[in-house]
């Protein structure tokens, strides 16, 4: 099985959701080692802003063909300004391909790329859960759940790490959470 794992944060050292994604797949791969992992941060090497050459593309690109490649996908993103960071987004537009990853039908859009498990490591300064203040304007999980969803994968599993710009308690209880949440997920039968 092939494992894609993404970094989007552009905190570095310093990112939790980076902290968690590294987890997942340590995790992930400790329990079956024959996972051949790919690896891209997509700060340090981003990808440009959609284009009109890259959306006509009816090869689609790299980013593409190495997504539909991957059984297993490990997204580690922090959430900024309500969503995800942009250069998750410029990835996602290269996933996203009517008749690749979707077709439209006369019953609606149809996703083509289930069956791969997906795993989001997000973190979040605040508290934007159900239930929470902040709720209306969360639109990272929302988003990745709505795409994902769009193209087939309906079941992604997020590892959550809430409230970590609160203060450093908080933030070191939120991490130790996430962290443990993550060491107890099960590679896909």
Not at 112 to 131: F, I
Request: proline share 5%; hydrophobic share 45%.
């Amino acid at each position: 099985m092939k494992l894609l794992h993404l970094d989007s944060s552009i905190l570095g050292e310093n990112s939790v959701s980076r902290a968690v994604s590294a987890a997942i797949v340590g995790n992930l791969t400790k329990a079956d080692p024959s996972l051949e992992v790919s690896y891209h941060d997509l700060a340090a090497e981003a990808l440009p802003h959609l284009t009109l050459d890259v959306l006509g593309n009816p090869d689609g690109t790299p980013e593409l063909a190495e997504f539909l490649a991957a059984d297993v996908i490990v997204i580690g993103a922090g959430m900024y300004n309500f969503t995800i960071p942009s250069q998750l987004k410029a990835w996602l537009d290269r996933v996203l391909v009517a008749g690749k990853t979707f077709q439209y039908t006369a019953e609606g859009p149809k996703g083509l790329a289930g069956g791969k498990k997906v795993y989001v490591a997000l973190s979040r300064g605040g508290y934007y859960g159900e239930g929470q203040p902040g709720a209306a304007v969360e639109h990272a999980e929302s988003y990745l759940r709505a795409v994902l969803g769009f193209i087939g994968i309906t079941d992604p599993v997020f590892v959550l790490a809430e409230g970590i710009a609160i203060g450093p308690e908080v933030r070191e209880k939120a991490l130790a959470d996430a962290l443990a949440e993550a060491g107890a997920l099960t590679v896909p039968a």
